[in-house]
């Protein structure tokens, strides 16, 4: 069975740093693009990073210059390094995986999700 398992998520002041981390497993290919999504409360789901087996990677304008997307192909694990975060990056951070057309920065355009994982940024 596919599996998606992020990590990392923490409660931080502002401007403090954080790296998530999500690994699959159960027949997700390392050979395919992978993405972070997050959720605030009362917000929809919205997209942060993709990035390709090949390195190419892709951010929401609102990440842009402060996080990272990086993979290691041989653990099948995509990474999210997180600078300088603000109070508006709080959210349930998801990895997503497989995707089956459309735009990368369309939830609906990923079939495998991860559970979460949750990051807190206080002023």
């Known amino acids: 069975q596919p599996h998606l398992v992020e990590s990392g998520g923490d409660s931080v002041q502002a401007g403090g740093t954080l790296r998530l981390s999500c690994t699959g497993s159960?027949?997700?290919?390392?050979?395919?693009?992978m993405a972070w999504f997050r959720q605030a409360s009362g917000k929809e789901r919205e997209a942060v990073a993709a990035?390709?087996?090949?390195?190419?990677?892709y951010y929401a304008g609102s990440v842009e210059g402060r996080f990272t997307a990086s993979r290691d192909l041989a653990k099948n694990t995509m990474y999210l390094q997180m600078n300088s975060l603000k109070p508006e990056d709080t959210a349930m951070y998801y990895c997503?995986?497989?995707?089956?057309?459309?735009?990368?920065?369309?939830?609906?355009?990923?079939?495998?999700w991860g559970q979460g994982t949750q990051v807190t940024v206080s002023s």
């Open positions: 997503a995986a497989e995707k089956t057309g459309g735009a990368w920065d369309s939830a609906r355009s990923w079939h495998f």
């Open positions: 159960g027949f997700i290919s390392n050979r395919f693009p």
């Open positions: 990035i390709y087996a090949a390195g190419t990677a």
